[in-house]
């Protein structure tokens, strides 16, 4: 891959020199106090890049060396008169002493060398480094799902995303006194209250991460790294889904709190309703009982009774039959009332509204059932010619 | 010439002198002969069933069943009324020419031509009819039939004295108000007497809800402007809920198959799919429409409608006084150099607004300067806003436009302005069109394409495009009009001229006018005076039951024409019970599949016997149909059915006791003296050939059933050729000569895989107590646990091969049988039932099921070596089939079902003896065969399964219809 290529991508993605410069301040708290210890430290910073931290590391009082191979990401460093080698990596720090160096750092190193070369890095880092002396490996985060589902695999001379844990773990097994991840890049949300979006647990979680382990020195001297190493930085997969959740579980219990309060609400105005429903009622049946006189309402069960005792029994009501022939006008009364009162025998229930689609009644009386549809047309045809006679004569 | 032979003469002669049948019943063939060229129809009484019949059967190979009525007489009224009302019967045919049959047999054949015309001649002519009700909306209600009576009334006014009947606040048109009386509805069925005729003009909207009761109760001729009606029977819906007109109307025009996977949900497409015009088609006493394309629509729909009471008259158009164009244009805001381009009518999807939109843009029509395309009408919903969107996309917008509902002025106006009007249509479903008969009458040149009625248009009065036209034809013929104005003008003047020569109203006036005089009946009674009069002669007002039996002859006489053949499935023991095995699930599936695959034109009712205060009657098994077809909605009730003559009756199942009493009832006879073809399935006589299989007495009640059967049946149909002739030989033998003999066929089961005649939940994991892997050959026996099964021959066979030291595994499924009989009664089957479960091979060797459920069966099928059916007899055999369609090889008993059923496909079991008949000889027979079988099936050489031959039920159901509607002679 020509050098021109990698410096145009690195242009391209990694962003402003500034806003780099502004990211990289991140690491400052850990690595500051060892000037502390030695006014003349040396930061080694492998595959340095633009150098980018190199100026970090010379504006902060820094001895500083930058090592890379890249001849484009040099000559960029060699304008700018940053102290830069052309050389590979682990041959630098193997050509280093021991406990010679306070930092060694990789930005955006690891993901690009084969796993046995990174140990070994760590391992000679481990020994060039002084007691308290700090090394800082930046990486790619696989934890945020795009990245490592693929952004990681945009960039063409990556090898393999490298797990937050396993990097951490080479640096504990190698004999670091402490090391930590520490979660970097992740979007800058405004507000504490913004509500997170699903998109957010996929593609907000910290986009990079770094391990950053210090090899061990007396106490007093350690201590003051204590604090960046306690410090809580980035958002992790479980921290983004686990929050997802809480928010998701906040608001489902408002909305259901408000429909607890709304059906409290409907529950009070039903009843209101249905009280209002009987009063309704009950000033119906006050004013159907003053309009039906006394007398009506005595008689009409007796005569109930009695013709429906006629109309029943057979020959009862053949006599019956017998005995209103002469008076058809009272007869028509008495079936008109029998069929009012629904009783049994009292044929030819008159009233055949509403219609159905043949123009009958559609709510089929017992008596009806078992009539065809055309025997139920000439049924209702003759009900209503007797209704006609009946109001021609009327007039 | 329609003409009307009265046999009721004859059929008082034939019940006087039974011995002078034959040369009565021949005379009348000769007479039927002689008049073979002429339409003729025969009336009967029902009150000689008997004859009714024996005539019936002489006329029926030379005269459709179809044309022969009988009238239904009333019970128990006196001579006289019953004279009075067969006579009323006789003019409600409406013949051209009524004679008796003792008038025309003393005429020799040769004299007969002469007789007729003399007859014809001393027929009183009707009076012509003097008025008339016009029952139709008129405007100002928005419908184009409102306008269209308007134009029609000015016509008809000269020829009648005309009541218009409307439902409606006011009558606008001033014409209408100043010549007509504007009556209601009510009016109408009170003073239907008064008119000497009643049109009726429908079309589908909801401004005819209201003609829809009347046309049943006062009939008269209705014009049907639109041939699908489901809009119109959706908005009665709408208008009272509690009433499902639109699923009623579709059940009444198109049967179940229409509804099954429908609810009222899907109206949209009820209504787009199905026509809903029954009652119309039915209770008119003449129908109108204005094309011949609507006239097979109806033709299609309805078969057995009467051709000759559908009548073809066009639209009509009032040739225009014309107004000015050049205001109209004015008044318009068009200028001279202006081309106006316009599409009348409601604008819609059926209407290819869009494609005209187009096809418009991309001629040169819509370049040249001063165009315009206006879309006069309503453009409502999605659509209308999509042609807006488009038209405000498209270049020069505002040369396009939707004018929304034009009034009549206006609408005027743009025709009288129009340079071109194209009046396109999709998916004709018998409309008429109006709206271009207004172009051709405004000397538009008009394009339209042949769509439905629209190809009948006189040939050169309009620029005709195909049916499905592409776009570029369109733009091709736009382009013309531009390019050659001679075209253009000579469109406009023959379109002008066909609305002179065709469209006239005084011409369709005049056409109406005849229709009108021919449907005249002069001092004839209707069905409701007849009625009326046979209740007040019998004073029936007060009798509830004669007043019942005349109602019930009434429906039967004057129920209305038959327009739809009808095939009555009796399902009287399935639809009583949840029974879904044997022959309830042979009834079940056949019944289905008619309903759902019968034929175009065939409605299939199911129906059931039941007993009602008037004796035992058949009546619609709806409730019953609709859960099995899973239909909703309906809410009909199971009344009583109203058969034709030219119907058929099938019985399905064997309903015993309703059967044997409805026929000593006449039941049968009455439906048959009315034309009913009656046919009896039948699945088996097993009871009456070895009763000693069946419990006690179970012989008698069948026998009963079947003598009931013989005497009710022009059609005996046995399930398998076997049956068929069994039942034939049986009938022979027992009953020479009580009845004439049916006619015989048979009709073989359907199969299917999915159905079981097990229901209990077994699954397959129960069968773990059955060897899994196992190279003994295994057996299968399916069937009731019941003597005629031969389980216990089956045991004997296979305690002769277990002794032989031979390892076959028998499984039986079947439940134990007769459950609901005493001990005593059940024959074998309790020691059968003790022998199963202590014999000593239970649970290694030999298995029983009782009960298993459809999973564990076919797991069954697949593990099984073969089938195994040891019946003595059978009356079909469904596991033959049920296993040659899983590839299982059947091993059977040698009978004749069996033979028939499987043919080849089996390998066939000798050995005759029958159940209580010693059985030693043929055990070892039947062992040495069944080891032979053995010996190709470790060959693979032993009959194959695959050969035998099986219908699934729709082809049975397909089989049966035709043999039912006689189109099968085997």
Same mark, same amino acid.
């Given at each position: 891959m020509s050098s021109d290529f990698y410096k145009a991508f690195e242009d391209r993605f990694r962003g402003e020199r500034s806003d780099i410069k502004q990211r990289l301040t991140v690491y400052l708290p850990f690595i500051t106090p060892l000037l502390r210890l030695d006014p003349e430290s040396l930061a080694v910073d492998l595959g340095c890049g633009r150098g980018e931290w190199l100026e970090l590391l010379l504006e902060n009082g820094f001895q500083a060396q930058g090592v890379d191979l890249d001849r484009g990401m040099l000559k960029d460093c060699e304008v700018r008169g940053l102290p830069v080698l052309k050389q590979d990596a682990l041959e630098f720090l193997k050509s280093q002493d021991d406990s010679s160096v306070a930092v060694v750092s990789g930005f955006h190193v690891a993901e690009h060398v084969p796993f046995p070369y990174l140990q070994e890095l760590i391992n000679e880092a481990f020994r060039v480094l002084r007691p308290g002396g700090v090394l800082i490996l930046e990486t790619p985060n696989p934890e945020n799902v795009t990245v490592g589902s693929h952004k990681f695999y945009m960039d063409p001379t990556h090898r393999q995303p490298i797990p937050g844990e396993l990097l951490k773990f080479v640096a504990d097994h190698c004999g670091f006194a402490r090391s930590r991840i520490l979660r970097l890049n992740e979007p800058k949300s405004d507000g504490v209250n913004e509500d997170l979006r699903l998109i957010d647990v996929l593609e907000g979680v910290s986009p990079d991460y770094a391990v950053v382990a210090q090899k061990k020195a007396p106490v007093n001297e350690m201590v003051a790294f204590d604090m960046p190493f306690a410090m809580e930085t980035g958002m992790s997969l479980d921290g983004a889904a686990n929050r997802y959740d809480d928010e998701l579980r906040n608001r489902l219990e408002a909305v259901s709190q408000g429909l607890d309060k709304m059906r409290e609400q409907c529950v009070s105005k039903t009843e209101h309703l249905a009280k209002i429903a009987q009063l309704e009622k009950r000033i119906g049946e006050l004013e159907a009982a003053r309009s039906a006189s006394f007398l009506k309402s005595l008689l009409r069960p007796v005569a109930r009774w009695v013709i429906g005792k006629a109309l029943t029994a057979g020959w009862k009501r053949k006599a019956f039959e017998r005995a209103l022939a002469r008076f058809p006008v009272l007869r028509g009364h008495i079936l008109a009332f029998a069929r009012n009162q629904n009783l049994p025998g009292a044929w030819l229930p008159q009233g055949l509204a509403p #219609?159905?689609? #043949? &123009? #009958? $009644?559609?709510? /089929?009386?017992p008596g009806l059932s078992e009539m065809s549809e055309s025997e139920r047309f000439f049924y209702a045809e003759s009900i209503h010619g007797q209704d006609r006679s009946k109001n021609k004569k009327g007039l | 010439m329609r003409l009307l032979i009265d046999a009721s003469g004859l059929q008082r002669e034939l019940a006087a002198s039974p011995e002078e049948k034959t040369r009565l019943l021949a005379e009348l063939e000769r007479l039927l002969h002689s008049l073979v060229d002429e339409d003729v129809r025969i009336a009967l009484r029902g009150d000689f069933p008997g004859e009714a019949i024996q005539i019936r059967r002489t006329v029926s190979s030379g005269i459709d069943a179809s044309k022969v009525v009988t009238c239904a007489i009333p019970a128990n009224i006196c001579p006289e009324t019953s004279d009075r009302w067969y006579r009323g019967f006789l003019g409600y045919l409406r013949a051209d020419l009524v004679v008796d049959f003792e008038t025309m047999r003393a005429v020799s054949s040769a004299d007969l031509q002469g007789k007729l015309s003399e007859l014809t001649e001393r027929r009183v002519q009707p009076a012509s009819a003097r008025k008339i009700a016009f029952v139709s909306p008129l405007p100002p209600s928005r419908t184009g039939i409102a306008d269209y009576s308007a134009e029609l009334l000015r016509e008809l006014c000269d020829r009648f004295s005309v009541d218009v009947v409307v439902d409606q606040e006011e009558v606008s048109d001033p014409f209408v108000g100043q010549h007509c009386t504007v009556r209601s509805p009510r009016w109408l069925i009170d003073h239907q007497q008064d008119y000497d005729g009643i049109v009726y003009h429908i079309g589908n909207s909801a401004f005819h809800a209201y003609q829809m009761p009347l046309i049943r109760r006062a009939p008269g001729i209705v014009v049907l402007h639109d041939f699908f009606l489901g809009d119109l029977q959706f908005a009665r819906e709408r208008a009272e809920p509690s009433i499902p007109f639109l699923l009623r109307a579709i059940y009444r025009s198109d049967g179940y198959r229409a509804l099954v996977g429908k609810s009222e949900s899907r109206s949209a497409e009820l209504i787009r799919d199905y026509p809903a015009n029954y009652d119309v088609a039915r209770y008119s006493k003449g129908l109108v429409v204005h094309s011949d394309f609507s006239r097979q629509l109806l033709k299609r729909q309805y078969p057995a409608i009467d051709q000759k009471t559908i009548h073809v008259i066009p639209h009509l158009r009032q040739p225009e006084l014309k107004r000015s164009r050049s205001e109209a244009r004015a008044r318009l805001g068009l200028s001279d150099g202006d081309f106006l381009t316009c599409t009348f009518g409601v604008v819609g999807p059926n209407k290819l607004a869009l494609e005209l939109l187009e096809a418009w843009q991309a001629s040169r029509l819509s370049e040249r300067p001063g165009s315009k395309l206006a879309f006069v009408g309503e453009a409502g919903g999605r659509y209308g806003d999509d042609l807006r969107r488009r038209i405000d996309t498209g270049v020069v917008p505002e040369n396009a436009w939707i004018t929304g509902w034009a009034e009549t002025e206006l609408f005027h106006d743009y025709l009288a302005a129009a340079d071109l009007a194209v009046q396109l249509r999709a998916n004709s479903r018998g409309e008429t069109s109006g709206t271009i008969l207004d172009c051709m009458n405004y000397s538009v040149p008009t394009i339209v394409n042949a769509n439905g009625s629209m190809s009948e248009l006189p040939s050169e009065s309009v620029y005709m495009l195909r049916d499905k036209f592409e776009k570029a034809e369109l733009v091709e013929a736009l382009d013309a009009i531009v390019l050659r104005p001679e075209l253009a003008q000579r469109l406009s003047e023959r379109g002008r001229q066909a609305i002179l020569e065709l469209y006239c109203p005084r011409l369709c006036a005049e056409k109406y006018a005849s229709v009108i005089a021919a449907s005249v009946e002069d001092g004839q009674s209707t069905p409701n005076e007849i009625v009326q009069n046979a209740i007040s002669s019998e004073k029936a007002q007060g009798n509830e039951e004669s007043a019942r039996e005349i109602f019930r002859a009434a429906a039967l006489t004057f129920g209305g024409t038959q327009i739809q053949r009808t095939v009555h499935v009796d399902v009287t023991a399935t639809a009583a019970t949840d029974l879904k095995t044997g022959i309830e699930r042979v009834a079940r599936a056949l019944l289905r599949e008619m309903a759902l695959h019968g034929r175009e034109g065939i409605r299939v009712e199911a129906v059931a016997l039941r007993r009602t205060s008037g004796g035992w009657r058949y009546c619609y098994a709806r409730r019953f149909m609709s859960e099995l077809l899973g239909i909703t909605g309906l809410d009909l009730d199971d009344s009583p059915i109203e058969p034709a003559s030219g119907d058929c009756l099938v019985a #399905? $199942? /064997?309903? &015993?006791q309703p059967v044997i009493e409805a026929q000593r009832q006449g039941v049968f006879e009455t439906l048959r003296a009315h034309g009913v073809h009656v046919s009896f399935l039948v699945h088996d006589i097993l009871p009456l050939m070895q009763p000693e299989v069946f419990p006690p007495g179970a012989e008698e009640g069948f026998r009963q059933w079947l003598d009931a059967v013989g005497e009710s049946s022009d059609q005996i149909i046995g399930v398998t050729k076997t049956v068929s002739d069994n039942v034939r030989n049986w009938m022979i033998r027992e009953k020479p000569g009580k009845y004439p003999l049916p006619e015989f066929f048979w009709s073989h089961h359907g199969a299917d895989f999915s159905a079981s005649a097990f229901d209990s939940e077994t699954s397959a994991s129960e069968l773990f107590q059955f060897p899994a892997q196992s190279t003994a050959p295994v057996f299968l026996m399916v069937g009731t646990i019941e003597p005629r099964k031969r389980y216990d021959l089956a045991l004997d066979l296979f305690d002769e091969l277990w002794e032989s030291g031979e390892q076959p595994i028998l499984v039986i499924v079947g439940k134990e049988g007769w459950q609901d009989q005493p001990d005593d009664r059940r024959r074998n089957i309790p020691s059968l039932v003790e022998r199963l479960r202590n014999h000593p091979q239970q649970g290694k060797r030999l298995f029983w099921f009782n009960g298993i459920g459809d999973e564990a069966l076919s797991e069954l099928y697949r593990r099984a070596s073969a089938l195994l059916a040891l019946s003595d007899d059978e009356g079909f055999g469904l596991p033959l089939i049920e296993a040659s369609q899983r590839q299982l090889p059947v091993i059977a008993r040698d009978i004749d079902v069996f033979r028939e059923v499987a043919g080849d496909g089996a390998w066939f079991l000798g050995g005759a003896s029958k159940l209580g008949e010693p059985a030693e000889t043929d055990i070892l027979a039947m062992s040495s065969q069944l080891r032979d079988w053995l010996a190709l099936y470790v060959r693979n050489e032993h009959p194959d399964p695959r050969t035998v031959r099986w219908k699934t039920w729709q082809e049975s159901a397909e089989c049966l219809l035709s043999i039912v509607l006689n189109e099968k002679k085997v």
């Open positions: #219609l159905d689609e #043949l &123009g #009958l $009644d559609h709510s /089929v009386t | #399905l $199942d /064997v309903a &015993g």
